[in-house]
C-alpha cells in the first residue's frame, strides 16, 4: 500500500506570493491533517479535515487554509507569504487515531 | 487542553547503553499516546503507540514504552543503543473530541556515540 505522498517535497517563494502545497493520504484514509515544522515552533498542528470538512484548526492566521477533496486528497495554500512561513510542511493521514506521515513539503521564503 | 512536555532536548548515550527519553503529558480526556522518530529531511515515522490496553507497548527497532497514569508519563526506552538509533524522538498526545488533534512535544535529539 502506498505511502502518504506530499508534493513537492522542495519549493523556493519570495515574500507576498502565495503557495499551495499537496497532500495525497494512504488509500481508505477519510483524515487528513496539516503540521508545520521548525526549529523555533517545533511541530505545530495547523488543522485537520475528515470528509472535506474541516474539523480541527490550530493557532495560525487565516493565511494559512486549506481545503479536502472527495477522494481524500488535501491541499494547504499559504497566501502573502512572510519569511517566517519558511518551514517543513507535513502531512498526515490517520486511520483508527493513528496517523501517518509523508516526507513533508520544505518551503523556503525569500 | 493537552500539552507534551519531553525532558532533555538532547540525550547523547554511548553504542550498547540503554536509552532513556522522558515524556509527560497532560489531557482533560484519555489521551492517546505516541512516539515518532525522525531522520534528517525525512517525515515522521511511528515507533509505537498506546491507545488501550496493555500498559507497556512494544514498537519496532526494539523500541518500547510504559504507560503511567498515576505519573503522567509515557518515557521511550530501548535496552542497547545502536548508531542507527541516532535521530530526532517525538512525543505526541492525540485527543479526539470531535475530531483529532494531535499536539507534539519539543522533541529530544538523541546522539549515540561508538
Known amino acids: 500500500k502506498a505511502g502518504v505522498t506530499q508534493t513537492p517535497r522542495y519549493l523556493i517563494k519570495t515574500r507576498g506570493q502565495q503557495v499551495t502545497l499537496s497532500c495525497s493520504p494512504i488509500?481508505?484514509?477519510?483524515?487528513v491533517s496539516w503540521y508545520q515544522q521548525t526549529p523555533g515552533q517545533g511541530l505545530q498542528f495547523l488543522f485537520e479535515?475528515?470528509?472535506?470538512?474541516?474539523?480541527n484548526k490550530g493557532n495560525f492566521p487565516g493565511r494559512f487554509s486549506g481545503r479536502q477533496f472527495s477522494n481524500s486528497r488535501s491541499e494547504m495554500n499559504v497566501s502573502t507569504l512572510e519569511l517566517g512561513d519558511s518551514a517543513l510542511y507535513l502531512c498526515a493521514s490517520s486511520l483508527l487515531n493513528i496517523q501517518y506521515f509523508g516526507a513533508g513539503t520544505r518551503l523556503s521564503v525569500l | 487542553a493537552q500539552s507534551v512536555t519531553q525532558l532533555g532536548s538532547h540525550v547523547s548515550v554511548s553504542e550498547g547503553a540503554l536509552v532513556l527519553l522522558r515524556c509527560n503529558y497532560s489531557s482533560s480526556v484519555p489521551p492517546y499516546l505516541f512516539w515518532y522518530v525522525q531522520y534528517p529531511n525525512q517525515g515522521l515515522q511511528l515507533l509505537l503507540k498506546?491507545?488501550?490496553?496493555?500498559?507497556l507497548v512494544k514498537g519496532i527497532n526494539g523500541f518500547e514504552a510504559e504507560f503511567k497514569k498515576s505519573e503522567t508519563s509515557f518515557h521511550l526506552t530501548k535496552p542497547s543503543a545502536h548508531m542507527s538509533d541516532a535521530a530526532e524522538y517525538f512525543c505526541?498526545?492525540?485527543?479526539?473530541?470531535?475530531?483529532?488533534?494531535?499536539?507534539f512535544g519539543a522533541g529530544t535529539r538523541l546522539f549515540v556515540k561508538a
Open positions: 498506546y491507545t488501550t490496553g496493555a500498559t
Open positions: 479535515y475528515f470528509s472535506e470538512t474541516q474539523r
Open positions: 505526541a498526545v492525540t485527543t479526539n473530541t470531535g475530531g483529532f488533534k494531535t499536539i
Open positions: 488509500s481508505g484514509h477519510r483524515s
